[in-house]
């Protein structure tokens, strides 16, 4: 053996002494199969959790508005039947020289009437009253020429004040001209008894008793 192959024999005995066998393992990269690949997952770990709705106290009742509330007079008065507020207020003694003239208007014209027929009567002498094609007042409206027969040259005849009709014309006159009663014939300005046929053109209302109201 030649002096250099022996050189190179004792420097491989030192490297497989140290490091063992080596083998050279080429590159695979140009084999790697895109499906070996492992996919990025996205994830939402990372981002703020959305915030938890705020709980829905109920509002605590106010102790004012659970107690029951007591009517006003007005709201008790019209919840009433019509037949005891003229109960409560039949008097042989209007209030006043108006009240006098509307309960003798409805005396006249319909003391044998159902009380919506006499209140019936009343909202039309009130009425008349707000037209402005009438008197501006109501003993006005009542004595104005041609429009009740029971009138005479302006007066009003006398009336036997101790009798219930007229008791009932007064309460009948003191809750139309409150307000506490709804109007039996919205807005009639005119009415007349079943038995005529006035042929007027106007608009009917309502039928209430004997008679039949218009606007």
Known sequence: MSRTKGAAG???????????????????????????LTPA???????????????HTPALPDPAL??????????AIVHQGLG???????????ADPERACLATAVY?????????????VAHVILNR?????FA???CGVVKQPGQFSFVRGGHLPAISHGGAQWKTAVAIADIALSGNAPAPAPKALFFHARS?????????????GNHVFYR
């Open 136 to 138: 501006h007042s109501v």
């Open 41 to 55: 997952v996205v994830t939402t770990t990372n981002l703020p959790a959305p915030a938890a709705p705020a709980a």
């Open 196 to 208: 005529v046929s006035p042929g007027w053109h106007l608009v009917r209302v309502a039928a209430i």
């Open 66 to 75: 659970d107690q029951p509330v007591a009517p006003s007079a007005k709201e």
């Open 108 to 120: 006249f014209e319909a003391k044998g009437e159902p009380l919506k027929g006499q209140l019936g």
């Open 10 to 36: 004792i420097a491989a005995a030192i490297l497989f002494a140290v490091f063992g066998t080596v083998h050279a393992t080429p590159s695979r990269a140009w084999q790697i199969d895109p499906a070996e």
């Open 129 to 133: 009253v707000h037209s402005g094609r």
């Open 84 to 94: 005891e507020m003229v109960a409560e207020r039949a008097s042989a003694a209007p």
